[in-house]
């Protein structure tokens, strides 16, 4: 993981978003933030593609998950796959 990130991003899977799928993304809250990894749930998309409803980046070390609209930086590193029926695939 590189540290000196500069300017705020939001780095999409090559393939695009799926809805309700889980990522480990790298991620900094704030640009003063330390970027660490956090898993993602990408909720629905709305119907340019992007997370919207029920999307949330959830850390132990977080007081209380966080939606994508409120990051400054985040990069999609793996796709864990969808939440089907309640269950991961």
Request: proline residues 8%; aromatic residues 12%; charged residues 25%.
């Amino acid at each position: 993981m590189c540290d000196d990130i500069k300017n705020p991003a939001i780095i999409k899977p090559k393939d695009g978003w799926e809805s309700r799928c889980f990522y480990v993304v790298e991620v900094k809250i704030a640009r003063n933030n330390p970027l660490h990894k956090s898993l993602f749930y990408s909720g629905y998309l709305d119907r340019i593609g992007v997370p919207s409803s029920y999307n949330q980046i959830m850390n132990p070390t977080y007081d209380y998950p966080i939606d994508l609209q409120r990051v400054y930086y985040l990069k999609v590193i793996k796709n864990l796959g969808p939440l089907l029926d309640g269950k991961l695939d």
